[in-house]
Structures are given as structure tokens and as C-alpha cells.
């Protein structure tokens, strides 16, 4: 009797779901906001490069002054932006969930960032080398200016966050100082990592949240139109 060999799973790049860290991980399709509110064209741009990552708690997914090697569209969990000051001391300026995409830096045309980012909520994401990421954009006008939208979002979320910080300044220490966003994006990763939606639904419920870069992305989806090719923008070697 002829002994049948297993097939491996394939993600939607045509790589094997367990290539990351050896574990078989569930991954709905496009169930990042961002990579779903892109038109067709520029999602099958990025697909044949994706493939999944799963986020451990406190994993670093890069660096301060780093090279940037990923970027990760979060499918499930949340991850912080932390800035490191001179004295050692850190805090959390923003935080990223499945609304958006980790490696704005490259987004912008960097390869390192003063920041760092670390998984506070784990959960899983979808992944792809920073150097294809930014050859994408550089392909598709459409996806840049995609990619710019959110970028924009997500400043407005860091500048209101800080915003909200400086008015409760004066408020007595044991009175918690949770931006809205923090707790919007915090309990809709912790309900998509396998937590209560139920909960995540109530706080959302009278937080005010910014309002989605993913709904920023799709209303100029639909009303972009691919640049002339006569005029190409110059190239820029990662």
C-alpha cells in the first residue's frame, strides 16, 4: 500500500501557513481593515509576497534606529509604539491593531525608525519584506496613496492621544489617563485575539474613538485612478 504524504497548507503568498515559527496558524482572508479596504489590483500586488506571523506577547517587531526588515498588517492583537527617551525611561505613543499596518517608516520611505514596536496584545498578522512592501508602492500609485491615508490617520490618533494626556495633567495619579483610542484599539484586538466582543462592543461604546484609517483608505480606493506612466516618479533603491 502506497504511503500517502501530507500536503502543507498554503497561505495566500503560496507559502506554507507553519513558515514563520513551525505552528499551523488560522488566517481569514483579508481580515486586515487596511489590506481589505484596497482595491483588487494593489492586494494582488502585495499577495503572492504574504505570509503569516504570529505575535507573542511583548515580541519585538522592530527596533530603535534598526533596519526595518518587515512590515505586518495585524490580522488579530495589538501592537504599541514606544518611544525610548535618553534616560532609559519608555512610554506608548500609539498603538496599532487590525485597522492598520506596523512599519509606517517605510510607508514614508525610511529604513529605521526612532521607535520601537512590540506586540502588547498577542494575536497573528500578515507579513512582508519591507524592500517588496516598498517596490509595491513604488509600482502602484494607488497604493501609496493608500498607504498615505493611514499614515495621516494614525498622526491624528498619536496627536489626539497626546492631546488627551496634556488636558488630564492635572488630574490626581490615581485616576486613570487611557486615551479613547487606546482603549478602542486594546479591546477590538483583545476580542479578535479570542477575548469578549461583547466587552470590546461596550467600551467602544463610549470611547471616542478616530475614526478608521481603513475608512480613509477605502473612500480613496474608490475614487483613485492610476497615475500617467508618461511621467514616472524617480525610483529609490531600498
Known sequence: MTERTARPRLSRGGVSAASVDGTPLPLEPRQNRLLAALPSPDYELLKPHLETAR????????????????????ETGVCSLVNTMR??????????????????PVVLGDKQAPTSVYVQVPGIATRMKASLFWGAMEESPTLRRSMLHYAHAFFNQVAQSAAADSGHATLTASVPRLSSNWIFSTCTGAAGAGGSSAGAGNVAGIANATKSGAHAVASAGAAATRESTENPRPRRHW
Do not use: C, P, Q
Open 55 to 74: 505575535l507573542t506577547y511583548r515580541r519585538l517587531l522592530y527596533s530603535a534606529n534598526k533596519r526595518i526588515d518587515f512590515v505586518y498588517f495585524v
Open 87 to 104: 534616560n532609559g525611561s519608555a512610554s506608548e505613543v500609539g498603538t496599532i491593531g487590525n485597522e492598520g499596518v506596523v512599519g509606517l
